[in-house]
């Protein structure tokens, strides 16, 4: 939980953001440097550290999945907790093996597409 204690407290310090701005903003900090990775721009400790980091940000996703202010729909959130299990496994096989990082790249940027933020109107 301390995890999730640091993500909400992050939350608090943002006043100007929303949830969904914030997890997307956090996905793509770690998408970016997945990416890094997997382009050969990055040291090995800075590689596991962009896998390890991506794991960190989904196992808040899953905490928040539990908690009682998420308002989420049950079926969301069952395909929101498969998704970080299989993000788990993936880092476990990555960590292993040294396998291919493509497939948390991709789940990060369908999620990061769905939590797009919209465009702020000036017209108000």
Do not use: C
């Not at 493509?102 to 933020?117: C, F, S, T, V």
């Amino acid at each position: 939980m301390q995890g999730y204690n640091a993500y909400r407290r992050t939350q608090g310090a943002v006043a100007t953001q929303n949830g969904r701005d914030l997890e997307y903003r956090l996905l793509a900090q770690v998408t970016g440097a997945l990416i890094k990775a997997r382009d050969g721009a990055s040291t090995l400790p800075e590689r596991l550290n962009a896998v390890l980091r991506n794991e960190k940000v989904w196992g808040v996703f899953l905490a928040d999945l539990n908690h009682p202010d998420n308002g989420l729909p049950k079926e969301l959130k069952g395909g929101i907790a498969s998704l970080a299990l299989f993000v788990m496994k993936e880092t476990q096989l990555i960590m292993d093996t040294n396998a291919p990082l493509d497939d948390l790249i991709l789940i990060n940027r369908q999620i990061m597409a769905g939590l797009k933020p919209e465009p702020q109107s000036l017209a108000g």
